[in-house]
């Protein structure tokens, strides 16, 4: 699929969650939790994180909790809707390891 800006029906994000294992929609984002052995792990999946939105040009939500590290996303310029952007940024978080 080319990278667009535009709002996926409901068929197409069910397609695209088959090829992003761990993540869900939850209130209508792309969501998936991550665990660590310790907080500082996690920052440091955080920090990688960062990075690799940074390349894409699409920057997710973080939440860093004690070995814990939430991810959320959803795609502003769609009216808060999601796009193909939300989930190449989850492949490429989930090839992060």
Do not use: C, K
Not at 21 to 39: D, H, I, K, M, Q
Request: no cysteine; glycine share 10%.
């Amino acid at each position: 699929m080319e990278l667009s800006y535009t709002r996926l029906t409901p068929e197409q994000i069910d397609a695209q969650l088959t090829t992003v294992p761990g993540w869900s929609v939850e209130a209508g984002a792309l969501t998936r939790t991550y665990t660590f052995g310790s907080y500082a792990a996690g920052v440091v999946f955080g920090n990688a994180v960062a990075h690799v939105a940074d390349t894409l040009n699409h920057h997710p939500d973080l939440h860093i909790g004690y070995q814990r590290v939430t991810i959320s996303m959803i795609t502003h310029d769609a009216g808060g809707g999601l796009t193909s952007y939300d989930f190449e940024l989850a492949r490429r978080i989930n090839a992060l390891g």
